[in-house]
C-alpha cells in the first residue's frame, strides 16, 4: 500500500469553478452553516474543501455554503485527481460517518498521552 502523507498544494480557486455532488447524503441546514462560517470567521479558513480535477467536491459541502454566506468569491482547496469515481465515494462515505461518531468522552489533553 503507498500511503500519500504530503497532500497536492492548496489552491486557491473561485466558487464557480466548484461542483456540488450531486447525491451528497449530508444536508446543512442554515443554522450549521451559519456555525461554519462564525467559526471561519473567527479561526480562518483552516481546512480546504477536497475536490476531483473537474470541480466536484468531495468533502466540504458546508464550508463552501458559509464561504458563500460569508460573501467569499474564492475557496482554498486540495486537488484529489488521483482518486477514481469509487474511491471518492468511499471517501464522502469516511468523511461523513466522522459526524456520527459519539462524543469524546475524555478530555483531549490524554489522548496525547496515549
Excluded at 466548484?18 to 467559526?39: C, E, F
Excluded at 488521483?82 to 464522502?92: F, H, S, T, V
Aim: charged letters at 20%; a negative charge; hydrophobic letters at 45%.
Amino acid at each position: 500500500m503507498d500511503l500519500v502523507f504530503a497532500p497536492s498544494p492548496i489552491e486557491t480557486w473561485p466558487l464557480d469553478r466548484l461542483r456540488p455532488y450531486a447525491r451528497n447524503a449530508n444536508i446543512h441546514g442554515t443554522d450549521q452553516v451559519a456555525k461554519i462560517a462564525a467559526s471561519m470567521a473567527n479561526f480562518g479558513w483552516t481546512v480546504p474543501c477536497l475536490v476531483a480535477d473537474d470541480g466536484e467536491l468531495i468533502a466540504g459541502h458546508g464550508r463552501v455554503l458559509a464561504a458563500i454566506m460569508l460573501g467569499l468569491t474564492d475557496v482554498p482547496v486540495i486537488r484529489l485527481g488521483r482518486l477514481d469515481e469509487a474511491e471518492r465515494q468511499a471517501y464522502r462515505i469516511a468523511d461523513n460517518k466522522f459526524l456520527w461518531l459519539p462524543p469524546m468522552v475524555q478530555e483531549p489533553s490524554s489522548l496525547l498521552r496515549m
